[in-house]
């Protein structure tokens, strides 16, 4: 890590093979940022990954993850108000959280300038849904840009933090999963250097900055105005791409979608004109407008929502061409990530005549499912394991959003909804409502309870709803790759004021027991007493993430190998720590036999209480 950092800090011009995530701090370096923050979130996270490459003693601005999305947004909008060239990033639905504060900022006079790096995810990959944010960026009157690669999302911040100064108004670079985690071989240019002036030169006569009723239409106003800069911006940009083979047949694209296009086209001796825009908001209009008036057909590919093809296809009507526009013939088009494979098989249906549909090679044996499941030794398993035990079967659970969103899947079963970061204690208090019969329990993790999860809790306390709240503290933001949060008394830039939970419930008025979630035991009897208790009860229920931990150990050069063994003598071949307990170590031969995996093997022992025969044995140390 400490020599990405060096890399990222050479003063001089270099090339170097890079992660899209990764280009983007040196293009935050070049730029002269002076304030990043953020809240983790893939696919962004490793972003923040380069700016820890960096010593703290070297990094040109400052770096913290905020406590959730609209906070991050708050504070890199403070920086930006007080003149410094600020940036924010989150991943997709990290802008839901934001969006209060977020529609906003076009309305102010951003004097350093702001740039919005979102990780919009389609396909899903690490989200709760696949949302399109060209929406959002509409709404808000947010101009956007839209790398296709590694190289381009480089140069696409650096644009945009050049318009976002001139402008004084926020500009969005939008990565999406592939661009951010793409790795290409960047040519980056060297670091001038920049005043240093860290003085603060907010002054409320560059606003106004109170969007009350008397003045909001008169902001709006400014921001349409400056709005219709940016569309003639558009036209211009340097960023658009004009591939021209004197076809009557066109495509217009945007972002990672090229890259894949290109990937057909090379399939097919019939070469299409193509046009690449580098806005989808605001449209580069000229640009299109002369592009349907060479063509007699043109396709719109894009990932998602049709959002490019209704805005050309209401450009074409205005301008009544008469030029036939395709975009999304059938719900799937509007699905999941457009690779090369997609966008042939989406062409090969608009043009059967040049492009041949894919052939889908079939597997000659099925693949065994692979589903997510938490690590060896992940105190979430040790609780769900003991929970479920306890749990009636009328019982309501319902998830939040962390490494115990897993507990969904088998053999657990527990968490049967979800909404978002925060909501479980909402929608367990909307489920207990009118209920007299199942008793409904609610799981949180700490790093969300910090996050989005406070406001819910204070609303069950405030109105005294009825159910157990079971909060899974495991010390880390596990899920996004163990980020600090207010509860472990560190943060991105070191020690910082240890928050505790406990101390937060206290203060809430909220009664609360502790358990850790090795106890299984103990667990299973807590849950067991908070159904004789009405009102609002609290479980923590406790352990440290074995995989950070055991991380740890090893950096620091203390970690201890051991496994678990298996006595055949006393095993009975009942299964309960393959199909009820579920560890991944554990594996079952062709006669039946459990056996460890001593590759995945911690030695933490957390299995031992699940077997009935005691055939489990004590740790072994140094297996080596």
Same mark, same amino acid.
């Given at each position: 890590?400490?020599?990405?950092?060096?890399?990222?800090?050479?003063?001089?011009?270099?090339?170097?093979?890079?992660?899209?995530?990764?280009?983007?701090?040196?293009?935050?370096?070049?730029?002269?940022?002076?304030?990043?923050?953020?809240?983790?979130?893939?696919?962004?996270?490793?972003?923040?990954?380069?700016?820890?490459?960096?010593?703290?003693?070297?990094?040109?601005?400052?770096?913290?993850?905020?406590?959730?999305?609209?906070?991050?947004?708050?504070?890199?909008?403070?920086?930006?108000?007080?003149?410094?060239?600020?940036?924010?990033?989150?991943?997709?639905?990290?802008?839901?959280?934001?969006?209060?504060?977020?529609?906003?900022?076009?309305?102010?006079?951003?004097?350093?300038?702001?740039?919005?790096?979102?990780?919009?995810?389609?396909?899903?990959?690490?989200?709760?849904?696949?949302?399109?944010?060209?929406?959002?960026?509409?709404?808000?009157?947010?101009?956007?840009?839209?790398?296709?690669?590694?190289?381009?999302?480089?140069?696409? $911040?650096?644009?945009?933090?050049?318009?976002?100064?001139?402008?004084?108004?926020?500009?969005?670079?939008?990565?999406?999963?592939?661009?951010?985690?793409?790795?290409?071989?960047?040519?980056?240019?060297?670091?001038?250097?920049?005043?240093?002036?860290?003085?603060?030169?907010?002054?409320?006569?560059?606003?106004?900055?109170?969007?009350?009723?008397? @003045?909001? #239409?008169?902001?709006?106003?400014?921001? @349409?105005?400056?709005?219709?800069?940016?569309?003639?911006?558009?036209?211009?940009?340097?960023?658009?791409?004009?591939?021209?083979?004197?076809?009557?047949?066109?495509?217009?694209?945007?972002?990672?979608?090229?890259?894949?296009?290109?990937?057909? @086209?090379?399939?097919?001796?019939?070469?299409?004109?193509?046009?690449?825009?580098?806005?989808?908001?605001?449209?580069?209009?000229?640009?299109?407008?002369?592009?349907?008036?060479?063509?007699?057909?043109?396709?719109?590919?894009?990932?998602?929502?049709?959002?490019?093809?209704?805005?050309?296809?209401?450009?074409?009507?205005?301008?009544?061409?008469?030029?036939?526009?395709?975009?999304?013939?059938?719900?799937?088009?509007?699905?999941?990530?457009?690779?090369?494979?997609?966008?042939?098989?989406?062409?090969?249906?608009?043009?059967?005549?040049?492009?041949?549909?894919?052939?889908?090679?079939?597997?000659?044996?099925?693949?065994?499912?692979?589903?997510?499941?938490?690590?060896?030794?992940?105190?979430?398993?040790?609780?769900?394991?003991?929970?479920?035990?306890?749990?009636?079967?009328?019982?309501?659970?319902?998830?939040?959003?962390?490494?115990?969103?897993?507990?969904?899947?088998?053999?657990?079963?527990?968490?049967?909804? #979800?909404?978002?970061?925060?909501?479980?204690?909402?929608?367990?208090?909307?489920?207990?409502?009118?209920?007299?019969?199942?008793?409904?329990?609610?799981?949180?993790?700490?790093? %969300?309870?910090?996050?989005?999860?406070?406001?819910?809790?204070?609303?069950?306390?405030?109105?005294?709803?009825?159910?157990?709240?079971?909060?899974?503290?495991?010390?880390? %933001?596990?899920?996004?790759?163990?980020?600090?949060?207010?509860?472990?008394?560190?943060?991105?830039?070191?020690?910082?004021?240890?928050?505790?939970?406990?101390?937060?419930?206290?203060? $809430?008025?909220?009664?609360?027991?502790?358990?850790?979630?090795?106890?299984?035991?103990?667990?299973?009897?807590?849950?067991?007493?908070?159904?004789?208790?009405?009102?609002?009860?609290?479980?923590i229920a406790r352990h440290p993430c074995m995989l950070k931990q055991v991380r740890d150990q090893k950096h620091a050069g203390k970690y201890i190998s051991r496994q678990v063994d298996i006595d055949p003598q006393v095993?009975?071949?009942?299964?309960t720590c393959l199909k009820q307990f579920a560890c991944p170590t554990f594996t079952v031969d062709t006669k039946g036999a459990v056996t460890v995996n001593s590759d995945l093997c911690i030695g933490d022992g957390s299995?031992?209480?699940?077997?009935?025969?005691?055939?489990?044995?004590?740790?072994?140390?140094?297996?080596?």
């Amino acid at each position: 890590m400490k020599k990405l950092g060096s890399v990222l800090m050479k003063p001089e011009s270099f090339s170097e093979i890079v992660m899209g995530n990764t280009a983007l701090v040196r293009a935050m370096i070049e730029s002269g940022t002076k304030v990043v923050t953020s809240y983790p979130g893939s696919p962004t996270p490793e972003i923040a990954s380069a700016i820890a490459s960096i010593s703290p003693s070297d990094r040109p601005f400052y770096f913290e993850f905020s406590t959730n999305e609209k906070v991050a947004t708050e504070v890199a909008c403070g920086a930006s108000l007080n003149g410094h060239l600020s940036s924010v990033f989150f991943k997709s639905v990290g802008l839901n959280v934001a969006l209060d504060s977020f529609v906003q900022l076009s309305l102010f006079e951003l004097i350093g300038g702001m740039v919005i790096i979102i990780g919009d995810d389609p396909g899903a990959n690490s989200s709760q849904n696949e949302q399109d944010n060209r929406h959002i960026a509409k709404m808000s009157y947010t101009p956007i840009f839209e790398p296709a690669t590694p190289q381009e999302a480089y140069e696409m $911040y650096k644009e945009a933090a050049l318009l976002s100064t001139e402008l004084k108004f926020p500009v969005i670079v939008r990565m999406t999963t592939h661009v951010c985690h793409a790795k290409e071989k960047v040519k980056f240019a060297g670091i001038e250097t920049r005043n240093s002036d860290n003085s603060p030169r907010f002054d409320p006569k560059n606003g106004p900055y109170i969007p009350i009723t008397a @003045l909001a #239409l008169k902001l709006k106003k400014k921001t @349409l105005e400056k709005l219709s800069r940016l569309k003639d911006y558009s036209d211009s940009c340097k960023f658009n791409q004009l591939i021209e083979n004197n076809s009557q047949k066109g495509i217009i694209t945007c972002g990672l979608p090229f890259e894949s296009l290109m990937d057909s @086209l090379s399939e097919t001796q019939e070469k299409i004109d193509i046009l690449k825009i580098a806005m989808p908001f605001p449209l580069p209009r000229k640009t299109i407008v002369n592009f349907l008036k060479k063509h007699k057909e043109v396709k719109i590919i894009e990932e998602l929502d049709p959002i490019i093809e209704q805005e050309v296809k209401a450009i074409a009507f205005d301008e009544e061409l008469k030029i036939r526009v395709f975009g999304k013939t059938c719900n799937d088009d509007l699905i999941g990530e457009y690779t090369p494979f997609r966008v042939q098989e989406i062409l090969s249906r608009q043009w059967p005549e040049i492009f041949k549909k894919p052939e889908i090679e079939e597997i000659s044996f099925p693949a065994s499912a692979r589903p997510p499941q938490m690590c060896p030794g992940c105190g979430h398993r040790s609780a769900f394991h003991a929970i479920k035990q306890a749990l009636s079967p009328t019982a309501i659970s319902v998830a939040d959003i962390g490494c115990h969103t897993l507990g969904f899947l088998e053999p657990y079963n527990l968490g049967q909804v #979800l909404l978002c970061m925060g909501a479980s204690s909402g929608l367990a208090s909307g489920l207990s409502l009118s209920n007299s019969t199942r008793k409904v329990v609610a799981f949180i993790g700490d790093s %969300t309870f910090y996050h989005a999860g406070s406001a819910g809790i204070l609303n069950s306390v405030f109105n005294k709803h009825n159910f157990t709240l079971i909060i899974m503290e495991n010390g880390t %933001t596990a899920m996004t790759g163990h980020q600090d949060h207010p509860g472990v008394g560190t943060n991105f830039n070191g020690e910082t004021n240890k928050i505790p939970i406990t101390e937060v419930l206290k203060g $809430y008025g909220v009664p609360f027991t502790e358990v850790d979630t090795y106890n299984q035991k103990e667990l299973k009897k807590l849950v067991l007493e908070s159904y004789e208790k009405s009102g609002f009860k609290v479980i923590i229920a406790r352990h440290p993430c074995m995989l950070k931990q055991v991380r740890d150990q090893k950096h620091a050069g203390k970690y201890i190998s051991r496994q678990v063994d298996i006595d055949p003598q006393v095993c009975g071949k009942l299964h309960t720590c393959l199909k009820q307990f579920a560890c991944p170590t554990f594996t079952v031969d062709t006669k039946g036999a459990v056996t460890v995996n001593s590759d995945l093997c911690i030695g933490d022992g957390s299995c031992r209480q699940t077997c009935s025969l005691q055939a489990i044995d004590v740790p072994r140390k140094n297996k080596e």
